[in-house]
């Protein structure tokens, strides 16, 4: 497996960051993994994180590829965050083997940008996988799995991993339901069946850019996070 980590130029991209957003020492950045199937809007999501949480949120972002480094390319065209807070890797191999089995390259990738930048959050984008693709817990504490209405309004019950585990279940695209017949309440109620307690949040990137319920969920895990290191 190969990575880029070549990113210790000045871009001058006109993000006012420095190099320190949490001094050494204050704990571990929550690190927050972002899943899910080719096309669902894990980058565009990413990408809306960003823009909502930079201004008082200190954050790096890692994304997987298998052969590019094109969802990195993405998000600095979409100059979001510094050029250099983001940072992509090739995997070389099928997405969930890097988040889940063979971990290294994106453990790396994520002590490379802590020691760098010491973030108090850092996000980590798989690269398009099934509804079976989990991340492991060794690499980060909490999952967000992204599903789209473009597949029907059947894939909540098909169930998964990805669906029933992750801690929180990002439906996007509603503003499709009514284009590909997707019943949105038949969505929520097999979504709730499969995952009990744990959230799901119906969102369109499209119409909502800052993807406010994703961003507010965000937070409280971050207040949590905060919590927990200074009760430590």
């Not at 979001?80 to 997405?95: D, F, K, N, S, Y």
Request: proline content about 6%; glycine content about 10%; overall charge negative.
């Amino acid at each position: 497996m190969g990575s880029n980590h070549d990113h210790d130029h000045d871009h001058g991209n006109g993000h006012d960051h420095d190099d320190a957003d949490r001094p050494p020492g204050e704990g571990r950045a929550l690190r927050v993994g972002v899943g899910g199937p080719v096309g669902t809007g894990k980058t565009e999501l990413v990408s809306c994180l960003c823009r909502a949480l930079a201004a008082d949120v200190g954050l790096a972002v890692v994304t997987n590829d298998i052969f590019t480094t094109e969802d990195a390319a993405i998000l600095q065209r979409k100059d979001v965050l510094p050029a250099e807070r983001i940072m992509p890797v090739q995997t070389g191999c099928c997405p969930h083997t890097a988040i889940r089995d063979d971990i290294s390259e994106n453990l790396d990738a994520i002590e490379q940008l802590e020691r760098r930048f010491h973030p108090e959050l850092v996000i980590l984008e798989s690269g398009g996988d099934n509804l079976t693709a989990i991340f492991s817990q060794a690499l980060v504490d909490v999952q967000i799995f992204v599903i789209d209405v473009a597949g029907g309004d059947k894939v909540p019950r098909k169930g998964g991993p990805g669906i029933t585990t992750s801690d929180l279940l990002v439906v996007n695209k509603t503003d499709l339901a009514p284009l590909v017949g997707a019943d949105l309440e038949v969505m929520r109620r097999d979504a709730d069946a499969g995952r009990g307690e744990r959230p799901t949040l119906f969102v369109s990137l499209r119409e909502d850019p800052l993807a406010t319920p994703v961003v507010a969920w965000v937070r409280d895990a971050l207040a949590a996070h905060r919590r927990s290191a200074t009760a430590a």
